[in-house]
């Protein structure tokens, strides 16, 4: 579904990925994890086109060099920032539509949206507050919420535990759970390995901006340099 | 009591200029964090152009409320497309300059269309005729025209449609998203060039409709009328609260008041050592009394934000 073959990102000249390249199946989740300035962030904002980047994207076949940040949505990528980036000054509601920004198919909206608040009941109760007065988890819930309004196929997660409480933290993978058996395909970026690779079936270890580890998540959860470097063990 | 209340006439309807002239620098702020310095000239744009079209249209035995909506709506056009020109041509390739370039491109554009219009209506005063008929009407012992009366209601709607648009359209939550991060708001596939170039279109059409007023309430329309307006209505947004809709609003009638009324008193208050002709210092030195106060104007408030 998504192919990256080295992919480079530099701010300034200081390379912060250093030709990567890995993929993700269509139905997977796939974890990559990272100490901090692996270059776990640059490589998410690279695939949806927020950063200039080299080498090649290739996304449900078609390659991205070529295609703007605001025409990702509508072919089904989406990507819930680091900091989860919801509009403070919208409400919860509007934040929701404008995940729907790009569909024109109402019904199915208003669907999806009952399905949303479903799966985060919170964002209900919550529907005419001001995004900006959420709490952490709250708006990391709405950051999610948001990115599923667009209906996307491949979801791009970055940090999403980052800043949360434990009993938060265990809400928000459990709703990841449940949107990955819904059938849409993660890429989910994490300095929480246990978590990422125990939710994953497989991951890739990043350092120094290049991919050191390559396996699926049980290996990788088995792995002694794993296991020592972000299990603290 | 009539001065009070005559000068509460004439505020009302200076600011509603004001608001909106200062709408549109306000609006291009919220977006792109830019003064647009040009859009003073838009506004005396407005005003020529109407009257270019006014004039030979009555000329030509047109009915007389016809040819002034023909003008008004002349002026929109050509504001609306010099608004997206001049966002395209000066400001876009300056989008991820340092912030002065954009400023000083502003002041450029601003002279060049001075210019622009010297050359084409040349430097003379041209009386701007009476858009409606001038009988004042009797209110509270002072007086009102149908002219004032006209520029308050027609500034109430365009303000009630703008605030329409911006807070319950689908379009307008996109320009407030994009207003709040236009990265973001790209990954929800908006595409922020559209909302910017919007922005400038809308902003320019209030100053087109600015325009003609405050060329059919003075009676005259020159090259160089955009100039002191634009400060002006860049006084109330900021008195406002710059970024903010409802500030620029609130600002530019404030400032109209307090100009109206400064002009009224401000001899009686020195006792006629300052005449009516002081009535632009009384609005600054209001305005920074006020930014001493609330340095980030009267609605430039921001919701807390938790990370
Ligand atoms: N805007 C920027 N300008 C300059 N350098 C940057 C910028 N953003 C990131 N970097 C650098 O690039 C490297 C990779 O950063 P990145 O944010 O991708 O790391 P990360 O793996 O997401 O880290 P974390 O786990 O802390 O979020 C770091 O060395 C960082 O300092
Ligand atoms: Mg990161």
Known sequence: ?233 | MDTFVQQIINGLTLGSIYALVALGYTMVYGILGLINFAHGEVVMIGALTALAVIKPLAGAGLPWPLAVLAGVAAAIAACMALGFVIERVAYRPLRNAPRLAPLITAIGVSMVLQQLAMIIWGRNYHSFPQLLPATPRAIGGAQITDLQIMIVAVAILMMAGLALLVNRTRLGRAMRATAENPQIAGLMGVDANHIVSLTFVIGSALAAVAGVMVSANYGIAHYNMGFILGLKAFTAAVLGGIGNLTGAMLGGILLGLIEALGAGYIGDLTGGFLGSDYQDVFAFFVLIVVLIFRPSGLMGEKVSERA
């Open chain 1, 1 to 233: 579904m998504l192919e990256a073959i080295n992919l480079e990102v530099s701010y300034g000249g200081i390379a912060a990925v250093k030709g990567i390249s890995f993929a993700v199946e269509e139905g997977e989740m796939v974890a990559l994890i990272g100490a901090n300035g692996a270059g776990k962030t640059s490589t998410l904002k690279a695939l949806a086109r927020l950063l200039p980047a080299r080498g090649t994207i290739r996304f449900l076949g078609e390659e991205l060099a070529a295609l703007p940040s605001h025409g990702l949505i509508g072919r089904g990528m989406a990507l819930v920032p680091e900091g989860r980036g919801v509009f403070a000054r919208l409400s919860v509601a509007e934040n929701l539509a404008m995940g729907a920004y790009s569909r024109r198919d109402h019904a199915a909206i208003s669907a999806d949206l009952e399905r949303v608040h479903e799966l985060l009941p919170r964002l209900l109760e919550r529907r005419t507050q001001l995004a900006g007065t959420l709490s952490g988890g709250e708006q990391q819930m709405l950051a999610l919420g948001r990115a599923l309004m667009g209906r996307p196929r491949l979801l791009l997660l970055d940090e999403p535990s980052m800043g949360l409480a434990p009993l938060m933290v265990h809400k928000v993978f459990e709703t990841i759970g449940a949107v990955a058996a819904t059938g849409v395909t993660i890429l989910l970026v994490e300095q929480n390995a246990k978590l990422a690779l125990e939710s994953a079936s497989r991951g890739y270890v990043m350092e120094g901006g290049r991919i050191t580890l390559a396996d699926s998540a049980g290996n990788l959860l088995a792995d002694r340099r794993v296991r020592e470097a972000y299990l603290g063990e």
